[in-house]
């Protein structure tokens, strides 16, 4: 079993769609929980941390149910600039020291 | 602020040749700095881990003495990947701790370089 589970997609949603992804860890021992993005041929890039009131960041939303082991992400209002691969990313301690594992990410396509 | 850069962004060698791959955290200290690779289409892979003046922990699967890695300074790490063969083209992506990050432990990331070898 991965330790960080995603839905590879694609999603291949309209302009101003409300689209949600989600994400299950397996090491209930996790620490901290982020969403990057990660745009064709870059580097991953920060999107949004996870806590575990829920948050919110304009469009995004992120809530984590540490019961289930289980992180979403909601985007509301698609813009076209939203295709990504956004990728769930989990802070674990494994072997005595922090690690981010990193799910295999899920692909986003935004039509106009 | 916390910008990461890597040098070269894209090589393209000959198999058998060794090629140094640079890791700056530009703005900031890091004691330490994680080496990922990534395959089209997968996820990164964690490789190892750089800390400041110490030997790096490299990840079960990964070789050492093929993965050079040098941690010598607060702000570079240097990855070496010597006796290049086809098989080791892939990204290969850079992130940095801050000295100061507090308890999220968030990483961030270089731009990555790309390695072709032919």
């Known amino acids: 079993r991965k330790e960080v589970e995603q839905d590879p997609g694609p999603f291949n949603v309209p302009e101003g769609a409300t689209v949600a992804f989600n994400c299950t860890y397996s090491?209930?021992?996790?620490?901290?929980f982020f969403w990057y993005r990660q745009d064709c041929r870059k580097e991953p890039k920060l999107l949004m941390s996870v806590y575990s009131s829920g948050n919110e960041d304009g469009r995004f939303t992120a809530q984590l149910n540490r019961a289930s082991q289980y992180i979403s992400l909601l985007i509301r209002d698609s813009k076209l600039s939203d295709s990504a691969t956004y990728l769930c990313v989990v802070n674990m301690i494994l072997d005595s020291s922090y690690k981010l594992i990193f799910g295999s990410g899920t692909r986003l396509l935004v039509r106009p | 602020g916390a910008v990461v850069s890597q040098h070269p962004s894209w090589v393209i060698c000959k198999s058998g040749t060794s090629v140094k791959i640079e890791c700056r955290s530009l703005d900031f200290q890091a004691t330490t700095m994680f080496w990922y690779r990534q395959f089209p289409k997968q996820s990164l892979m964690l490789m190892a881990t750089s800390n400041e003046g110490s030997k790096a922990t490299y990840e079960q699967g990964v070789e050492k003495d093929k993965f050079l890695i040098n941690h010598a300074s607060l702000t570079l790490s240097t990855l070496t990947v010597t006796s290049a063969h086809p098989e080791d083209s892939s990204f290969y992506i850079c992130s940095a701790h801050p000295q100061l990050a507090g308890t999220r432990n968030e990483q961030f990331f270089g731009p990555g370089t790309r390695l072709t070898v032919l």
């Open positions: 090491n209930s021992a996790s620490q901290s």
